[in-house]
């Protein structure tokens, strides 16, 4: 096993980071990774890959800065979010090459403000529903709906 540690640690190009590659093109981080005995819920132990959790500062009167197991859950929730919000920044900028006047937005909405609603709505989920080049084929569906006070579609 401390062979395989240390071909890990040999892959990580010297910096101790794991690094994802989104179809984007962007990279998501996991900083300080390394393969470390850690204990299991079930008050047993197991190696697990870890690395630094994003936190904004360590706990007080934490001598080192929080750890998480990178679990298969996590590998997959991170890419996901990570997916979608690059889908919805280039939703973003389409709006704004269409002259969309973009309010606000959340994880998966974009808010308008519009004189033309049904209009700015259909252009709306044209661009929420073309996929970016890096997307491929991905199935993407939206719904639209206007009124005078913010509702979910």
Same mark, same amino acid.
């Given at each position: 096993?401390?062979? #395989?540690? $240390?071909?890990?640690? *040999? ?5 101790? /980071?794991?690094?994802?590659? @989104? ?5 998501l981080c996991y900083p300080g990774a390394r393969i470390e ?32 197991? #990178?679990? $298969?859950?996590?590998? *997959? ?5 990570? /997916?979608?919000?690059?889908? @919805? ?52 569906? *939206? ?11």
């Amino acid at each position: 096993l401390a062979q #395989l540690a $240390h071909r890990f640690a *040999a892959r990580l190009g010297g910096i101790g /980071a794991l690094w994802m590659t @989104l179809p984007s093109k962007r990279r998501l981080c996991y900083p300080g990774a390394r393969i470390e005995l850690v204990k299991t819920k079930w008050g047993g132990e197991k190696y697990a890959v870890t690395a630094m959790k994003a936190s904004w500062k360590p706990k007080e009167g934490a001598k080192d800065w929080p750890r998480v197991v #990178l679990w $298969h859950g996590l590998l *997959a929730e991170n890419p996901t979010q990570a /997916a979608s919000a690059d889908l @919805l920044m280039d939703g973003l900028y389409e709006c704004e090459q269409a002259g969309l006047a973009v309010v606000g937005h959340t994880h998966d909405e974009i808010m308008l403000e519009s004189r033309e609603p049904r209009r700015d709505a259909k252009l709306l989920k044209q661009i929420m529903e073309e996929n970016p080049s890096w997307a491929g084929g991905l199935p993407l569906a *939206a719904e639209t709906g206007s009124g005078f006070r913010y509702k979910a579609a």
